[in-house]
C-alpha cells in the first residue's frame, strides 16, 4: 500500500529550515489564490457545475475544512466519539443571526461572542456527560444536536422553522467588501480562519494537552491512573472543538445571509465525521485532505444530481476498505523527545552514508 | 404543559406507548445484538429495516394483489397473507444484514482496524442502501394496503384494544422471548455470548467467529425485519427514511437499557416508547425528541452504563 505520509514526511525531515518557511509560504500563497483557479481554459475541470466555483470554495469546502478541524481535535486528538459536532455550528450561527439583527454589533464583534457561546454550550454538555464512554458519549452528543435543532425549530421567537433571515455581512477590511459577489473574500478569511486552527492544534499537540489527549485517547484508564486529570483535559478538548464550530457557524451564517434549522440536521455531523475518518484521523493534512475530497467531490458530480449521494455513499464504503486507517493516516508514535529525533536522524543519515560506502565498495 | 391529558387518557397513552414500545424493543435488539459482538454501532440497522417495512409491503400488493380500495381479509386468507408478509420482512431485513456485514465490515475487521474506520464504513452503506431506495420510489412514500381490519378487541369505560396494537405487543414480546432463549440455551447462542465477552479468547476455543458474527447478524436482522412488519400493520406507510428517526430511537433505547445487553434492549425500549406518548400528550408532540434525549441524559447521569448495563457480563448477548 502506498504511503503518502511517510513519503511527504520524509521528504519534510530532509529539508532545512528556509526549503521549508519558503514552502510553507508558497503553499499559502498558493491556497490564497485558490478562487482564481478555474478561470483558465486548463483547470476549467476544476469548476462546478450549477453553483459558482468560488463559492464552493466557501461553503461547503472551506467551511468543511474548518469544522473537520475542530471535530479533529475532540475525535482524532483525545478520542472522544461526538455525533453532535453540528449544535456548536448552529450555535455559532444563531448568535450571529441574533445578535446581528437585534443589535448593532457587526460580525468581527460578534465572532468571539459566537464562538464563547459554542465553547459555553461545549463545556455545559461536558460536565455531565464526559464521564460517560465510548458509544454512550456518541449517543448523548447525537442527543444534544437533535435538541439544540428541534428547540431552534418549535422556537418562534427566533423564526422557528423560517429561520432569521437578513443577517449581516460583515463589514470591509481593506478596502474589500464582504458580500455575496464576492465569495473570494469569505474564503480568505476562512483560510486564515483555518490556517490559525491549525497553528493552534500543532501548537497544543506538543504541549502538555497534545499529551494529556493522547494519552486519553490511548488508554484512558492508564491516563487516570498516571495522574492526568482526564476529566480537566476531555471538557477542554470538547470546548475547543465547539469554539471552533461556533466560529465556522459565525462565518457561515454572515454569507448565507440567513439562519435556519433544517441546515443543521444530524447528517451534517455525520458528514463531517466521515471528513475527518476518511481523510485520517487525528493527522491534521489527512483531515484537510479528506474535509476537501467529501465537500467538493458531491459538488463536482452534481450533475447526476439525483444519484450523487449514491455516489458518495460507495466511496466511503471503497475508501475506507482499501484505505481503513483514512487517507492519510497518523503516524504511529507522534511523541519523540528531541534527543530521540535527533538520535533517530543521526542514525539515519549513518544508515545512509553506510549504504553509499557499501555500494561503491560492491563497485 | 397539558397535565389533565394523562389523567383522562391514561390507558390509551399506555397502549399506544407499549406497541411503540415493542417495535423500538425489537429495533434495538438488532442493535444491541451486533454491538455485543462487534462493538459497533451498525449503522445501517435502520435501513434494514427500512428495507423490511417495503417487502412488507411488496409482497402484499403484487403476491396478495392488494391496493388501496381492497377490502380488509378475513379468516384463513388473513393469517396466511399476514405470515407470508413477515416472512417477506424478516427474510429480507435477514439477507440485507448479512450481506451488509460481508461488504461493510468483515474486511475491515479482518485487519484489524479502529471501530472509527468501520463505522464510517456503516455510514457509507447506510446512505448507499436508503440513497438507492430514493432512486426507485422518486422520494415518495408508499402507504401500504390495509390487510388487517382494525377494530377494537375489547372496550373498557370507553378504553379500547385495537387489533393491530394488540398483534404489536403480544409478538414484540413473544420474538423477544424467543431471541432471549435463542442466545440463553442454543449452542450458538451460547457462541454468541462467548464472542461479546472476548473474541480473542473465544477464537482460542476454537469459536469459527465469522461464522458467529453473521448469524449474530441475521438474527438481527430478522427480529428488525419482524419490527418493520409491525410497524407497517400498525402505521401502514413507508418512505426511503423511515429508519432515520426510528433507528435513532431504538439507538437511544439500546443505550438506555446499556447497550449489548438483550434484557436492557427491552426494558429501554419499553421506557422509550411510554415516555415519548406520555412526554408528546403532555408538552406537544414537537418536544417528543428533546424528552427523549433529556430522560437518556438523566439516566446515564445516574447510571453510567445504562439501566442494566455493562456491568452485568452474563447477560449481556
Known sequence: MLNLRDKGAQLWEDWNRSKRVAFVLVMIFGVFLLPYAGDFSFTNILNTPIASYQAILVYPVGMYILMALGLNIVVGKSGLLDLGYVAFFAIGAYTAAILGTKTTLNIWEILPMGMGFAMLAGVLLGIPTLRLRGDYLAIVTLGFGEIVRIAVLNTNSIGGPNGIPGVPNPPSILGQSFDLANPAHFFWIVVVMILFVIWMVRRLSIRRPGRAWEAIRQDEDVAILMGVPTLRYKIWSFSIGAAVGGAAGVIFASQQMLVAPQTFTFNVSVLILSCVVFGGMGNIWGVVLGATILSYFPERIRFISSARQLVFGLALIITMNLRPDGLLPRKKREHLSLEEREAAKAAKAALKQAKKSNSGANK | MNFSVVQSQFFPLLINGLALGFIYVLISVGYTMVYGVLRL?????????????????????????????????????????????????????????????????????????????????????????????????????????????????????????????????????????????????????????????????????????????????????????????????????????????????????????????????????????????????????????????????????????????????????
Open chain 2, 41 to 317: 454501532i451498525n449503522f445501517a440497522n435502520s435501513e434494514i429495516f427500512m428495507l423490511g417495512t417495503f417487502a412488507t409491503i411488496i409482497v402484499s400488493r403484487t403476491v396478495f394483489k392488494f391496493d388501496i380500495n381492497s377490502q380488509p381479509s378475513h379468516g384463513m386468507k388473513l393469517l396466511i397473507v399476514l405470515l407470508c408478509c413477515l416472512l417477506a420482512s424478516m427474510l429480507t431485513s435477514g439477507v440485507v444484514a448479512v450481506l451488509v456485514e460481508i461488504v461493510a465490515y468483515r474486511r475491515l475487521r479482518s485487519r484489524g482496524t479502529n471501530r472509527l474506520g468501520s463505522l464510517i464504513s456503516a455510514i457509507g452503506t447506510s446512505i448507499v442502501l436508503s440513497e438507492g431506495v430514493r432512486l426507485l420510489t422518486h422520494s415518495l412514500p408508499e402507504s401500504s394496503p390495509r390487510v388487517l381490519s382494525k377494530f377494537y378487541i375489547f372496550t373498557i369505560h370507553g378504553v379500547g384494544l385495537r387489533i393491530d396494537q394488540f398483534l404489536v405487543i403480544i409478538s414484540g414480546a413473544l420474538f423477544f422471548f424467543a431471541v432471549d432463549r435463542f442466545v440463553k440455551l442454543t449452542r450458538i447462542g451460547k457462541a454468541i455470548r462467548a464472542v461479546s465477552m472476548s473474541e480473542e479468547n473465544s477464537r482460542l476455543m476454537g469459536i469459527n467467529l465469522n461464522r458467529v458474527i453473521s448469524i449474530t447478524f441475521l438474527v438481527g436482522g430478522l427480529v428488525t425485519g419482524a419490527a418493520a412488519f409491525l410497524y407497517e400493520t400498525v402505521y401502514e406507510t413507508t418512505v426511503f427514511n423511515v429508519g432515520f428517526n426510528l433507528g435513532i430511537a431504538a439507538f437511544t433505547a439500546a443505550v438506555l437499557g446499556g447497550i449489548g445487553n438483550l434484557r436492557g434492549a427491552f426494558y429501554g425500549g419499553l421506557t422509550l416508547g411510554l415516555a415519548e406518548e406520555f412526554f408528546s400528550a403532555v408538552l406537544g408532540t414537537q418536544w417528543k425528541e428533546v424528552t427523549v434525549f433529556v430522560v437518556l441524559v438523566l439516566v446515564l447521569l445516574v447510571r453510567p452504563n445504562g439501566l442494566f448495563g455493562e456491568a452485568i457480563q452474563q447477560s449481556r448477548v
